[in-house]
């Protein structure tokens, strides 16, 4: 048998009218015959027998009851308990988000167990009215798309985990990370590249937010320095850095990936894109912004000191590190 369930089809049920109705096949002579298990056919059997005369099971009625079933069950009440929905909407009103509430909930026995998506889909199929309590009030929730197929060259990809610990521990200058800022239109974007020991960061505009503007925009980036000060890039997962291999092969260095979802494994560069929405919010349209602000914004945050430099600022560090180096935007 598969390990994934799936739901007996119209024509298994009609096979399994003929083999246990007219061929008096046993249960589990039909469920070997189907690869089912025994208790569903037992379980289909005795839940959609229809009163014909006598109480019988036949297909299409019961492929009729599947049909509804499946209709009905999502407008049930996610939250049937009284109790549980009160819980709920004060928990709500308090500032909680559905997940603390769903793993608070345990420790009250007096209550069911709810998971954080039946309080999600209890919010919005039936007290829409709490919406304005969540974190992000989205009108209508988000679907939920497939996973893109990315280019095999991800099956090459270097761990972090694999990352050496000069690295990790910043002992050395020379290793960066880089990430994207997405504009509102979806469009263009932002690359941002982060120096991990002196926090010298590049700004640049993209056209779009694919890999191969991605790839030129860094290989231009850090092509002005000598070998020995880009020695190694660390990425995310996200489908803008499937030329890695080409920037390696330009820029001589290697490359690490954080592992999926732990994109607060290269932490200091998404330290930087914060400040970055400190000039640029959310919603902000980067195709209205020049590469002459961005060049400015960039001056700003190498000049700026920071606690982790002891109060130096970047390019101070940099210029330390790097042997008075200029660097060249």
């Not at 308090?94 to 345990?106: Q, Y």
């Not at 969540?134 to 694999?162: E, F, M, N």
């Not at 920037?247 to 998404?270: M, Q, R, T």
């Not at 349209?285 to 982790?308: D, G």
């Amino acid at each position: 048998m598969g390990t994934q369930y799936s739901h007996l089809s119209n024509f298994e049920r009609c096979r399994l009218f003929e083999w246990y109705h007219y061929q008096k096949k046993s249960i589990r002579e039909v469920s070997r015959l189907l690869n089912r298990s025994h208790s569903t056919i037992s379980r289909e059997l005795k839940r959609n027998k229809y009163d014909y005369y006598v109480p019988t099971y036949y297909p299409h009625p019961a492929q009729m009851y599947y049909e509804v079933r499946v209709r009905e069950r999502a407008k049930r009440v996610k939250l049937k308990s009284v109790e549980a929905q009160r819980y709920v909407t004060d928990k709500l009103k308090l500032g909680w988000s559905p997940e603390i509430i769903a793993g608070r909930i345990k420790f009250d026995k007096t209550l069911p167990n709810v998971s954080h998506e039946a309080i999600y889909q209890y919010i919005y199929k039936n007290e829409p009215s709490l919406i304005v309590y969540l974190a992000r009030q989205h009108k209508k929730r988000k679907k939920k798309y497939p996973t893109r197929k990315t280019k095999t060259v991800w099956g090459q990809r270097c761990s972090i985990l694999d990352r050496p610990d000069d690295i990790n521990l910043r002992k050395n200058f020379g290793h960066w990370e880089s990430d994207s800022v997405e504009s509102s239109d979806r469009k263009c974007a932002l690359n941002v590249l982060l120096e991990r020991v002196s926090r010298v960061c590049h700004i640049t505009k993209l056209p779009s937010k694919k890999a191969l503007a991605t790839s030129n925009a860094i290989c231009k980036k850090l092509s002005i320095y000598p070998p020995s000060s880009c020695l190694s890039i660390t990425y995310d997962n996200g489908s803008e850095n499937t030329e890695f291999k080409k920037v390696e092969a330009i820029l001589k260095n290697k490359s690490y990936f954080c592992e999926p979802y732990h994109s607060w494994e290269k932490g200091a560069v998404e330290q930087i894109n914060g400040l970055i929405r400190r000039y640029y919010p959310k919603k902000t349209n980067f195709s209205k912004v020049s590469h002459q602000q961005l060049k400015k914004v960039e001056e700003q945050l190498n000049n700026r000191p920071r606690k982790c430099l002891g109060f130096k600022t970047p390019n101070e560090v940099y210029n330390e590190l790097g042997g008075a180096l200029p660097i060249r935007i």
